[in-house]
């Protein structure tokens, strides 16, 4: 989800890993659901967990080298906004008369998203 890119954002401006409870503190956020969202940002390579007393959550690559559309894909998988912009998600979608209409927002939300970095976020806030 988008609100968990702020989360991930926490991030961007340190140089040592952030422990969970520090951003569930921070943000009013359930520690519980904190580790369901960096569990998922782990498994796609935006974060990477370090152990230890010092131990936590840090960025697997500069902000400028992550994008919104990978943080949106790994929570939420592909953006639709409905399920027939998806190849098999219609039968009906080759003689759908307005599916060139969901195709063409599903493509410029993905352009929108792939062109914003985290970095843009982190300087924007």
Known sequence: TLSSTGEV???GGESEAIPLKKISDYEDISLKYLEQIFSQLKKNNIVESIRGITGGYILSRPPADIT????????DGPVKPVDCVETDGC???DICSINWF???LKENVDGYFENI????L???G
């Open 68 to 75: 919104i559309k990978e943080i949106v894909y790994a929570m």
């Open 102 to 104: 969901w195709q063409g």
């Open 91 to 93: 039968v009906k979608s």
């Open 117 to 120: 970095t985290l970095k843009n």
């Open 9 to 11: 954002a926490l991030l």
């Open 122 to 124: 982190i300087n924007k």
